[in-house]
């Protein structure tokens, strides 16, 4: 419902209340009319001249119980409201309903395709455009082929086709991995999920690095070539010029990037078509006079152009591959906007493949027709000349297309074909940059307040104007220093590009490791081809680092470090730029580490051994610093050999989370030995997360309506307590939980309906317990929702699971292991844990059971029968203890109670003695004093005995104690 109620005016004062409730709580369940009549107080409160802090009291009652909606229902209920005039008092009270609406808001999910970004907004067409335009196909043959033609002369063609190997490799990881996982974040979350938040981190930091780099100098390029184009050479060849015009292409690209991914697809579509269409007009050109009118530079093809075995040297080919690997960088944008493109986990990976074949072809072509027509020499048009290395385009318009009339129009056209590569690329360096980073943030590896999405235009908002900020100031900065610095900084972004891509690569073999014999073609294409991939690219960085780019004498700058000497300056700079991300990764992945800990630090280390089940457990934290936080199981022993069984999860991520599922467990350990019946239990937990949310909203004052987060709301438990003697299990639950049970003879799956509850801390319906007869042999599975993650829904979930426990037979291990790879094979994004048991029933030998009158003269009865039945189990050591424990405890039923009284005995790991009455008053354990006549009973029996306690039955209550049994003989 939508409802917007004005009042007034009265006197000068204009007040409005707007409610939004996308999703009413459903009308049978109370908080509907709760909701109604709390809008109706808030309405009477804006209407009324009340003071502040009445209209304060009354909003936030509104808002309790609006909240308590939400977290019961999952409904999205947002109260806003405005108020006109009404001064500062007021509008402290309701700014928190709503004021100016921000044009953003955080994004609401953390799995693929569910951080808010636009679905289904990219086709085929635009993924292949965005990935072939990333890479400025002009702007990368203008700064590159030049450079290679240096180092391998005539074999430039073969040198620039042969690096598209490794990207080839490269791509298959990106593909095998976006199948798997379609996530913005591409390589940060990949390397995350495959090897730890620390590794993703660093994956992402590469891209972070490479991308802001080549932002700084496509911005440069840019400026330049557009002074070019209108004729204004002296302000291209001016520093602050150029820096000006660069920051202002910068700025406007952003807001292309700002205002929506289908717009910044169309912007990239116009400007590829008119690129390639240059660069095909311009190598059929160049071709034509080659064989017609051909220049003095010009040469015929050949074959031995195409033939890498003609390269003079290892080195010289090692360098030209890493050259020539610069300029098919960038294909893998059409994966970082998956998230926004038709079926995300096949489309990005097609159009990548065909994006990088498409560069082959184009490369191959452009870079044949170039070498034929201007030749490899070192002057005039000639590639080898080191004045056109930066841009071998620039003497070459004129010299192909002439410099008179139409030919005059095609060579400015060929300056705008770089600017516009230029330009291309740099947009979409912004849209892989800006998701790259928003992921990081979703998944809390950077501030969170990157991770938010305009709510019109469906982009991340401080991603993208954050990251052309942070451009801006790289590009002002390193222009300030030097163009030496600037133009080495460009050069060693060849390092981050090969680690980035060597890592996704070594991600996606150690990420598929399991399957890969499953068939030929996933130890192919996950295995083989990817790992082939990140080794080349893992030779070629330590190659360029340590060989190439370490000489003093490459580059523009060098640095004399200690202890090595005279460094190159790119080595220096793009070493530098990835060991800064290393210093800075603990400060960002501290979080998820501590709360992993914590977590991990507060879960049972190891399930103990017990007399009524077997158990096994599994807990998987989630891949990111997102998902770490509240899941939790547990095994309680009981008193009477029973056992309780737990499994809970918390709303909420990281260290807080971790920390309230520690208060939690703690509160269901304390409250179980207690011996409370499982809903009774709930009950009690319930109240101390309401107690503790409102301990902590206590001191809120008037301009904070908000309370402060509490996960401790809205946390799902199931509670069960199994009694081996009986073979009885009992159960309650808060939230939405789910018990799955296995029949131990027919192997059928069940699913018990259990009475409905609450989540804690929310209110509403009292929790009730339930009892199940199960059979020895049972299996009993306890797991939180974030088992059932991958499955497309909860009850695929639930079938994939029965499928799994179906063969109840087998280890519980066995059992475990296997859930966990049905369910989640890959992707963790929360929390998930299983706890299953085998349930068993005590031996009739080890246990006997008396039913008593209420007459003293039982005592001496009783006395006699537990005295043979400890001779008979041969603990004759334990008979003059136990003796007196009977005798004082049956004795106090028959005093103070009457009625029915049992006795029983349980041989355990201890001896564990029972007395029940009808009585329902717990007796207290005190210090009788020197002139009291009793008192001491109980004082002495706790003194006698290990254990000792009260637990309540429905028909009384029973007293039970434990005593340690002696040690074997030899022990």
Request: hydrophobic share 45%; charged share 15%; glycine share 10%.
């Amino acid at each position: 419902m939508d409802t917007s109620i004005q009042i007034g005016p009265t006197g000068k004062k204009l007040l409005s209340l707007t409610v939004k409730n996308a999703a009413p709580a459903p009308a049978g369940s109370g908080h509907a009319l709760e909701v109604s009549e709390g809008l109706d107080r808030v309405i009477e409160a804006l209407a009324e001249p009340r003071g502040a802090s009445d209209i304060h009291s009354v909003v936030v009652d509104f808002h309790s119980v609006v909240e308590r909606v939400r977290v019961r229902y999952g409904t999205f209920c947002c109260p806003c409201a405005v108020a006109e005039g009404s001064g500062p008092a007021l509008e402290s009270s309701v700014r928190h309903f709503g004021g100016a609406e921000p044009v953003d808001r955080p994004a609401p999910g953390t799995g693929s395709g569910r951080k808010g970004l636009k679905n289904d907004a990219l086709g085929m067409f635009s993924s292949v455009a965005m990935g072939l335009a990333s890479t400025g196909p002009a702007y990368s043959l203008a700064a590159t082929l030049g450079i290679i033609v240096a180092g391998v002369g005539l074999q430039a063609p073969i040198v620039t086709m042969l690096a598209f190997i490794p990207m080839l490799l490269v791509a298959c990881a990106y593909r095998e991995l976006n199948a798997s996982n379609a996530d913005c974040g591409t390589t940060f979350t990949w390397a995350t999920r495959t090897f730890g938040p620390r590794t993703g981190w660093m994956g992402g930091w590469g891209l972070i690095v490479a991308n802001i780099i080549v932002m700084a100098s496509l911005a440069e390029i840019a400026a330049t070539y557009g002074f070019r184009l209108v004729g204004l050479d002296g302000l291209a060849e001016n520093r602050l010029w150029t820096t000006v015009a660069g920051i202002v292409w910068i700025a406007v690209l952003t807001v292309i990037c700002y205002v929506g991914i289908e717009f910044s697809s169309a912007v990239q579509r116009w400007l590829l078509c008119l690129e390639v269409v240059m660069l095909i007009l311009f190598a059929v050109a160049a071709l034509v006079r080659v064989y017609t009118s051909p220049p003095a530079t010009a040469i015929h093809v050949s074959a031995s152009w195409f033939n890498p075995f003609e390269v003079p040297s290892a080195t010289a080919l090692t360098s030209g591959i890493l050259a020539g690997v610069f300029i098919y960088w960038g294909w893998d944008t059409s994966f970082a906007v998956n998230e926004e493109t038709v079926n995300s986990t096949c489309v990005p990976g097609r159009a990548a493949v065909m994006s990088t074949v498409l560069l082959l072809i184009l490369y191959g072509l452009v870079s044949t027709s170039a070498q034929a027509f201007a030749g490899v020499g070192a002057s005039g048009i000639g590639l080898g000349n080191t004045h056109n290395s930066d841009n071998v385009f620039s003497g070459l318009g004129n010299a192909v297309f002439g410099s008179d009339g139409t030919g005059l129009l095609l060579s400015r056209l060929l300056i705008l074909m770089v600017l516009t590569s230029a330009l291309a690329s740099a947009e979409t360096t912004i849209l892989p940059l800006a998701r790259t980073v928003f992921s990081m943030a979703v998944h809390k590896a950077v501030p969170a307040r990157f991770a938010r999405v305009h709510r019109r235009f469906l982009t991340p908002t401080w991603g993208t104007v954050g990251m052309g900020a942070v451009s801006i100031a790289l590009l002002v900065l390193l222009k300030s220093f030097s163009q030496n610095v600037l133009a080495d900084s460009i050069d060693s972004v060849g390092l981050a590009i090969a680690f980035q891509y060597g890592l996704t690569g070594f991600a996606c073999v150690w990420y598929h490791r399991k399957v890969l014999t499953r068939s030929a073609r996933d130890l192919v294409f996950k295995g083989v081809l990817p790992g082939l991939g990140g080794l080349i690219m893992l030779l070629l960085f330590l190659y360029a680092t340590f060989v190439v780019y370490a000489k003093p004498g490459y580059g523009m700058t060098s640095v004399d470090l200690p202890l090595i000497g005279r460094t190159g300056g790119v080595t220096v700079l793009g070493l530098g730029a990835l060991l800064l991300g290393l210093l800075l990764m603990p400060l960002v992945t501290r979080g998820h580490a501590v709360a992993l800990k914590l977590q991990r630090s507060l879960l049972p280390g190891r399930l103990p051994p017990h007399a009524a089940v077997d158990a096994a457990s599994r807990y998987l934290p989630a891949d990111s610093g997102s998902g770490v936080g509240g899941d939790w199981y547990d095994v309680i022993p009981l008193s009477g050999t029973r056992v309780g069984l737990v499994v809970g999860d918390v709303l909420g991520h990281g260290l807080r989370a971790a920390a309230t599922m520690g208060r939690l467990r703690t509160g269901v350990r304390v409250l179980a030995r207690l011996d409370l019946s499982p809903d009774e239990l709930l009950s009690r937990l319930d109240d101390l997360v309401e107690q503790t949310a409102h301990e902590r909203g206590a001191g809120q004052g008037l301009g904070n309506l908000r309370p402060q987060a509490d996960e401790a709301l809205g946390v799902t438990c199931l509670y069960a307590v199994y009694d081996p003697v009986s073979g009885k299990c009992s159960l309650a639950r808060a939230g939405e939980s789910v018990l799955v049970v296995v029949e131990p003879h027919t192997g059928v799956v069940g699913h018990p309906e259990l009475p409905p509850g609450p989540p804690l801390g929310v209110g509403g319906l009292p929790y009730q317990s339930t009892d199940l007869e199960l059979p020895p042999g049972s299996l009993v599975a306890l797991f939180t929702g974030g088992l059932l993650q991958a499955a497309d829904d909860r009850d695929a979930g639930l079938a994939q699971l029965s499928q799994v426990l179906a063969d109840h037979r087998a280890s519980l291990e066995k059992l475990c292991d296997r859930a966990v790879a049905a369910l989640l094979p890959g992707v963790v994004d929360e929390d998930a844990t299983l706890l299953i048991a085998r349930t068993r029933l005590l031996d009739r030998n080890q246990f006997t059971q008396w039913e008593l009158p209420p007459d003293p003269a039982a005592v001496a009865t009783i006395r006699t029968a537990v005295s043979k039945q400890l001779r008979d189990w041969g603990l004759e050591d334990l008979t003059f203890a136990s003796e007196l424990i009977v005798s004082e405890l049956v004795t106090n039923a028959i005093r103070y109670v009457g009625g029915p009284i049992q006795v029983r005995l349980i041989r355990d790991r201890n001896l564990i003695c029972e007395v029940s009455d009808t009585g329902h008053t717990t007796p207290n354990l005190r210090h009788a004093a020197n002139d009291d006549e009793g008192g001491r009973g109980l004082f002495i029996i706790a003194q006698m005995t290990h254990h000792w306690g009260t637990r309540y039955t429905p028909t009384g209550k029973t007293i039970w104690t434990e005593q340690d049994l002696p040690p074997a003989d030899g022990q």
